[in-house]
């Protein structure tokens, strides 16, 4: 199936509550979100957790998470890749784990109005993105991380510098709010969005086969309009499997829930909510009994891969439920139009 047959067919809802409680179940009491219950925690995917809980009914614990961040940044804005109870189970420091709570900190605020979270929030966030902002490139790419020894690996992922993209946005967004000079950060936006647009070789090309690195790009808002139509033409086959989803990798059987619905969001970030419906609505049998959502599966034996129940897997599967239902105040954060609308970035 093409794109032109799926333009003809509709979307359908699916079930959401237990997504939402199965973060929550998991959720720590000082406010952690492990991968799943007994599994490490890392930045990006704790706030996209976090993210979850504030759509699916949960803020008070979604305010818990961030505020649990917090208490754990490094002297240099950062956070460590990864920890396990609480304590850093890998000490590399990545500038898109650290830069996602950016994110997270402005889509609670557009969940709630919160504004006095916003500017709890704000120093956290502004001493992350001067972080990651430390490590770009005079070509707008951003490296991708610090290593434990504290030396820079000169290296820039599509898909993170993509998505610092995205959080610089919401930075900034989160600065007019707030009233706050952040001036320096749109000529680093610039730049970093123009070397998605235009500068692939500036990139690790071995992560090519992650549909990522094909998505990311229109997710974040750096490609838009006809280059977001023509990205997603480009390696439509190569990633999406019929009735079934949205590979990982393009070169394994292996269709993941999480992948799929980040792609749903992408398309209905650039205006494709029709086909982003279609596609989020293959989702709704890839699930436990209980009703939370399956990490992934391999085809076309359907065999379930992993079996641990994953918190950030059932996170975006709420925030594409969001993007296409509008369930929340936040539902448009990924789209173009949103940011063209905003003035920040037209």
Request: glycine share 8%; charged share 20%; aromatic share 14%.
């Amino acid at each position: 199936m093409d794109l032109e047959v799926l333009r003809k067919k509709q979307p359908a809802e699916v079930e959401l509550g237990q997504a939402a409680a199965l973060v929550a179940q998991i959720q720590k009491p000082d406010g952690e979100i492990p991968w799943f219950d007994g599994g490490k925690t890392d930045p990006w995917d704790h706030v996209e957790s976090a993210m979850g809980l504030a759509i699916g009914g949960y803020p008070e614990r979604a305010k818990m998470a961030y505020q649990w961040l917090a208490a754990r940044q490094l002297e240099d804005g950062s956070w460590y890749a990864a920890y396990q109870d609480g304590r850093p189970l890998d000490q590399t420091r990545d500038t898109n784990v650290t830069a996602y709570i950016a994110v997270g900190a402005y889509h609670y605020y557009l969940v709630t109005g919160d504004e006095g979270f916003l500017a709890e929030m704000w120093e956290p966030v502004r001493r992350a993105m001067e972080f990651a902002l430390s490590l770009q490139a005079p070509s707008g790419e951003i490296y991708w991380a610090m290593s434990p020894d504290l030396k820079v690996d000169p290296m820039a992922l599509l898909t993170g510098s993509s998505s610092i993209y995205m959080s610089l946005k919401c930075a900034i967004a989160m600065g007019r709010v707030l009233g706050k000079g952040c001036e320096n950060w749109f000529s680093a936006a610039f730049r970093l969005k123009k070397a998605v647009q235009n500068g692939y070789h500036l990139f690790n090309i071995a992560k090519s086969h992650y549909s990522m690195d094909w998505f990311y790009p229109v997710l974040s808002g750096a490609l838009t309009g006809a280059a977001a139509r023509k990205r997603f033409d480009q390696y439509w086959k190569k990633f999406v499997v019929e009735d079934m989803g949205v590979l990982c990798v393009s070169n394994r059987p292996w269709v993941t829930v999480a992948e799929t619905c980040e792609c749903v969001l992408a398309l209905a970030a650039s205006g494709n909510e029709r086909i982003a419906g279609i596609i989020f609505n293959w989702m709704h049998d890839r699930r436990f009994e209980d009703g939370s959502y399956w990490c992934g599966f391999t085809y076309p034996d359907m065999v379930i891969w992993p079996e641990e129940k994953i918190t950030w897997t059932n996170a975006v599967v709420l925030m594409a439920a969001d993007a296409l239902y509008h369930l929340t105040p936040a539902s448009r954060l990924f789209h173009h139009g949103f940011w063209e609308e905003s003035g920040l970035f037209a």
